[in-house]
């Protein structure tokens, strides 16, 4: 039988690591925090639960080994880096120069179609920004397993890791949607809510080019 004290350092040593990394802003910051003042609360919470969504994604496949293919393979790698650049270009040119100008939805049938097909495009978002992203994968090949013990199944284990992580992120978006309701008659100023689509476009559009230039 495992020592329980053997398992309970390394949690405790990535839940502070995992933590500090989830609060950094990032593309995952820019893009809830921009669908909660543009689409609303429900929208940016599907957003995260996209983004939580890659993040296991990556993490099964990091425990699986797939991972590991990013981390060697040239190929793949640019393979990803290549089709998750063009992704964030193209998102970041199409927020700048199509910027949403209506703020904040509101109430009305043709609304409440608009609000069902802005929230499933807000977490194919997410899902789609982690997981075009090859250095999310080669992260979770070089990071998990310095907090994987001796002598602890290395899938399930990782498969843990992976789920402390993403409830972490959800906590964490979920404070960020809470922290934009007070401002939410204020970001539902169709000029504020351009601002927001522009400045927000060219964050992606910043690290879709970075994305594209990287070699390694």
């Not at 970041?92 to 100008?101: D, E, H, N, S, V």
């Amino acid at each position: 039988m495992l020592d329980h004290s053997i398992i309970l350092a390394p949690l405790l040593a990535f839940t502070v690591a995992a933590g500090l990394l989830t609060i950094t802003p990032g593309l995952d910051t820019a893009l809830v925090v921009r669908t909660a003042a543009v689409d609303g609360a429900r929208s940016a919470l599907l957003a995260g639960l996209g983004v939580s969504a890659g993040v296991l994604v990556w993490g099964l496949a990091a425990s699986a080994g797939l991972g590991a293919l990013l981390a060697a393979s040239q190929l793949a790698y640019d393979a990803v880096r290549i089709a998750g650049a063009v992704y964030l270009v193209v998102l970041g040119a199409r927020m700048i120069l199509r910027p949403r100008r209506d703020g904040l939805v509101t109430s009305g049938e043709a609304v409440a179609t608009e609000e069902g097909s802005s929230r499933r495009t807000a977490f194919l978002r997410g899902l789609l920004t982690n997981l075009l992203n090859p250095k999310v994968g080669v992260f979770y090949v070089t990071f998990l397993p310095q907090f994987v013990p001796a002598g602890v199944p290395v899938v399930p284990f990782s498969v843990l890791l992976a789920g402390l992580h993403v409830t972490m992120g959800m906590v964490w978006f979920v404070v960020l949607v809470a922290a934009t309701r007070p401002l939410a008659r204020w970001l539902s100023r169709p000029a504020v809510a351009t601002a927001l689509d522009r400045v927000t476009g060219g964050i992606f559009l910043a690290f879709g080019l970075r994305l594209a230039l990287e070699r390694r």
